[in-house]
């Protein structure tokens, strides 16, 4: 499916690391709360269209789990699945067409471009007054919506993301038997880099141990706090004004401990050209001792092929490091994986609207465990009945195998599909794995993720024209320039230097662009 619903299944994959007819600005009547134009005719059968994408096999138009969705909410269910692959090119001519259906479900890099131009438009119904007349809608942090407005106006719904990303991972018995403790700062890390580098410990006689597994990009980056994070907009220049944090000073401090970690053969020697699977084999294949981790999407089958080569090999997290301003804690992601939205036009019809986001909010809802059963009549219903749409699996509802390319459960149909829990830790990662030394891993940094406080970079709610047309080149720039000073092929006392040739290529312009919308002053508003 499109987006892979909450239940305690992970990744498979290694760690990854509109136009005619819309110009009132959704500022209509239209943007009123249904409930103060007008009350829902609980005898009408509503149409309720829709276009959204999908991963994998498209479920059949009628499937059971449609007939479902129509009795309960009393309405006829016409939505459009389209393969992902071919799914921007059906919505540009959706868009053109000046015809939108009733929801539409765009991706989160939809965001600066479809999403953003046609709510402009108008094309889109404002959604502000509805939020606080549903249960998953209220749970949504102000930050994300803060992203998601436009003039002002909210006018698409998140589908559920975390917000936590990635921290850094030592094999704990490389450390054990080194009698090194887990590193607390950069420079600890530096150190324990080299010792993995130089001190065999895998304990074998032989010299074929390093300490970090990197790769082209300089991925990962080692983020312990959003004071090292290159994406974070967490520094300001002399200027006062906030920059990201890949041109900041505390990045320089960071390539320079790359460039003498270099120097010692202690990072992956041809790291500039590495892809990020090589990347993950070099930590997988028992050769790095140092690379990342995340509590979502880890690979259970390259965990299982180190532990085959290496049976004793374990596992620690590092905390976030303490920064020099005292400040400690995470970045936090975006949060959201994807929009949807509503059309303008439905706006006009307010008894619709509510029965669209009733369905909506249905589809958000999270379920503990203890929940993910027949015995809670709204899960077996979402799921598509114990026996014919689910199976109980360790104790909690599964979907069968065919349960969507057969369409045979409601949770196939829903526009969006992801609960959204109360908290991230409410979502036991751990579970997802059988493998006893991932789940452990995944627990501890699950249970830090849970306590720490994370930081919202204020970029994330501006849209920079600048960042859109030279953001790529931009970031293929400095880092071609960063990795050349790691390598040692241009000296570290150009940094300077090398900022402003990247401030004259449109990095002025976008820092520039960016500083006029951020609301924040101060970067301790953004932290929570």
């Known amino acids: 499916m499109k987006k892979k619903w909450w239940t305690h299944t992970a990744c498979a994959a290694a760690l990854a690391v509109l136009a005619a007819g819309c110009s009132n600005g959704g500022n209509s009547n239209n943007s009123l709360p249904a409930g103060k134009q007008g009350a829902d005719d609980a005898d009408k059968t509503y149409t309720v269209t829709g276009i959204d994408f999908i991963y994998g096999d498209v479920p059949p138009m009628d499937g059971r789990g449609v007939k479902m969705i129509n009795e309960k909410f009393k309405i006829d269910y016409k939505m459009n699945f389209i393969p992902q692959a071919t799914y921007t090119e059906k919505l540009t001519s959706v868009f053109a067409s000046g015809s939108i259906p009733d929801i539409v479900g765009m991706s989160s890099g939809d965001l600066a471009n479809n999403y953003s131009k046609f709510a402009k438009q108008g094309a889109f119904l404002a959604l502000d007054d509805y939020i606080d007349d549903y249960p998953t809608l209220r749970k949504v942090p102000s930050y994300i919506w803060d992203q998601l407005r436009v003039n002002g106006k909210v006018y698409g719904i998140p589908n559920y993301y975390p917000k936590f990303g990635f921290t850094t991972i030592v094999r704990q018995d490389w450390l054990d038997n080194l009698g090194l403790k887990p590193p607390t700062n950069y420079e600890e890390l530096k150190q324990v880099a080299i010792a993995f580098t130089k001190n065999d410990p895998d304990r074998n006689g032989k010299n074929d141990t390093y300490g970090i597994a990197i790769g082209i990009n300089i991925n990962p980056a080692l983020i312990q706090g959003p004071y090292w994070d290159p994406a974070a907009w967490y520094h300001k220049d002399d200027k006062g004004r906030f920059i990201p944090g890949i041109i900041s000073n505390a990045r320089k401090d960071i390539i320079s401990m790359f460039a003498d970690l270099y120097k010692e053969n202690a990072i992956t020697r041809d790291f500039a050209t590495m892809n990020w699977a090589d990347t993950n084999k070099e930590f997988y294949s028992g050769k790095a001792g140092i690379f990342i981790g995340t509590p979502r999407g880890m690979s259970q089958p390259y965990m299982e092929g180190l532990l085959q080569l290496n049976p004793n090999a374990r596992f620690v997290h590092l905390e976030p490091f303490t920064a020099p301003d005292g400040s400690k804690g995470m970045t936090a992601g975006r949060g959201f994986s994807g929009i949807t939205v509503l059309s303008a036009e439905v706006g006009k019809d307010p008894g619709k609207v509510k029965r669209i ?31 014919q749409g689910y199976e109980i699996v360790n104790g909690v509802g599964v979907a069968k195998k065919n349960a969507s390319t057969e369409g045979l459960a409601p949770i196939t149909y829903f526009p969006d599909n992801t609960a959204w829990p109360e908290k991230d830790s409410d979502i036991n990662y751990a579970k997802s794995y059988t493998n006893p030394t991932l789940s452990k891993l995944v627990q501890e940094i699950g249970n830090t993720y849970a306590q720490i406080k994370y930081y919202a970079t204020p970029n994330y709610s501006v849209i920079s024209a600048t960042e859109l047309a030279k953001g790529a080149d931009l970031n ?25 040739e990247w401030k004259a290529k449109g990095g002025e312009q976008m820092i520039q662009e960016i500083n006029a919308e951020i609301k924040i002053k101060d970067p301790k508003e953004a932290w929570n």
């Open 357 to 387: 986001l009733e369905m909506i909010d249905y589809g958000r809802t999270y379920y503990p465990e203890d929940r993910m059963n027949e015995k809670d009549p709204n899960f077996d219903w979402f799921m598509g009945n114990l026996g």
């Open 476 to 500: 293929k720039y400095i880092f071609a320039e960063q990795t050349k000073m790691i390598a040692g092929q241009r000296p570290l006392s150009d940094w300077d230097k090398m900022v402003e």
